[in-house]
């Protein structure tokens, strides 16, 4: 199993950053791939970006692409989510995930966090 807890949430205006990142625990976290996705309020969790277990492969979601960037350190059973130029659409409840697969189906992903807030004013 795998356990997950985000962090780097917080308040921002629009254009700046943020780096979550998403520690996780457990054996097979190494060898997991992690997507990170977000739920606005009424809105449906969304896929934002995933990444292979060895950091080899990255997808994005078009609205992401080119300000965020995804990354890891199996060393420190971390994955991080630089957000850079944030807008104010990005606010959400942010989550990471971990799966055996990179891919961008949330049904994919077996193991979830209880998510961060990111709140980005206008």
């Known amino acids: 199993q795998v356990q997950l807890v985000e962090s780097g949430g917080g308040l921002v205006q629009a254009g700046g950053s943020l780096r979550l990142s998403c520690a996780a625990s457990?054996?097979?976290?190494?060898?997991?791939?992690i997507g990170w996705f977000r739920q606005a309020p009424g809105k449906e969790r969304e896929f934002v970006a995933a990444?292979?277990?060895?950091?080899?492969?990255?997808y994005y979601a078009d609205s992401v692409k080119g300000r965020f960037t995804i990354s890891r350190d199996n060393a420190k059973n971390t994955v991080y989510l630089q957000m850079n130029n944030l807008k104010p659409e990005d606010t959400a409840v942010y989550y990471c995930?971990?799966?055996?697969?990179?891919?961008?189906?949330?049904?994919?992903?077996?193991?979830w966090g209880q998510g961060t807030q990111v709140t980005v004013s206008s």
């Open positions: 990444i292979s277990w060895r950091g080899g492969i990255t």
């Open positions: 995930a971990a799966g055996p697969l990179t891919q961008i189906a949330a049904s994919g992903y077996a193991y």
């Open positions: 457990g054996r097979t976290f190494s060898s997991s791939a």
